[in-house]
């Protein structure tokens, strides 16, 4: 089945600091990537589609220049925390669609815990 | 703007029983609704997914109903087994974008030996 990778899987940072997530689709090409946040004890929030080879379309509230999102590929997509502080400590997972999937068919990455000291 | 809303926010039963956990949301006009399953600090995994023509689907001892009309899914688990606990998250994906889903805030299930 499609796989979607994501890495790393845990990342400890410093405050001010910037961290890059990849999320890879390793036996499909994907044209479009979400972004996904998820605080404690919450849902995940929608942040941000990533288009391969054009800017990525965020979510309301989100900061693109904070949360930088580069797809130079069919099969992967990065996703940058820029400059972090202690409240962009969460879980980032991202999700692709195999082409010809009916319906959903998005496959989830495993997701990164991302903690800002 | 579609909500989806999941009851109850925590379950804990006894192996063995059946149990139902809700999912509800405030807009019928869906393009599918799925169900996951997400383990502590890990990603999620596809239970069953139900297209907005559908009333239902199985899987093992998993069943979703749909009621696009209510705006109303179940999920049904039957002979509920300690490797079951878990947060289970149901999902939208709207009609009017096909790309978005909207999430429900999960129910976290814990089964007691």
């Known amino acids: 089945g499609a796989v979607v990778s994501q890495h790393p899987s845990r990342v400890i940072c410093k405050s001010g600091t910037s961290v890059k997530i990849e999320c890879r689709s390793l036996d499909f090409q994907a044209t479009t990537m979400f972004w996904y946040r998820q605080f404690p004890k919450q849902s995940l929030m929608l942040m941000a589609t990533s288009n391969e080879g054009s800017k990525a379309t965020y979510e309301q509230g989100v900061e693109k220049d904070k949360f930088l999102i580069n797809h130079a590929s069919l099969t992967l997509s990065t996703l940058t925390v820029t400059s972090a502080h202690p409240e962009d400590s969460s879980f980032y997972i991202c999700?692709?669609?195999?082409?010809?999937?009916?319906?959903?068919?998005?496959?989830f990455g495993s997701g990164t815990r991302l903690t800002v000291v | 703007k579609q909500e989806v809303t999941q009851i109850p926010a925590a379950l804990s039963v006894p192996e063995g029983e059946n149990l139902v956990l809700n999912c509800s949301f405030t807009?019928?006009?869906?393009?599918?609704l799925q169900w996951f399953r997400q383990d502590p600090g890990k990603g999620l995994t596809s239970l069953l997914l139900?297209?907005?023509?559908?009333r239902e689907q199985t899987s093992g001892r998993l069943n979703a109903s749909l009621d696009k009309s209510s705006g109303r899914s179940t999920l049904y688990i039957a002979a509920s087994q300690p490797g079951d606990s878990a947060t289970y998250l149901c999902?939208?994906?709207?009609?009017?974008?096909?790309?978005?889903?909207?999430f429900g805030s999960g129910t976290r299930l814990s089964i007691r030996p």
């Open positions: 139900i297209q907005s023509s559908q």
């Open positions: 999902a939208v994906q709207l009609q009017s974008s096909a790309s978005k889903i909207i």
């Open positions: 807009d019928s006009a869906i393009y599918n």
């Open positions: 999700s692709a669609r195999p082409p010809g999937q009916g319906g959903f068919g998005y496959t």
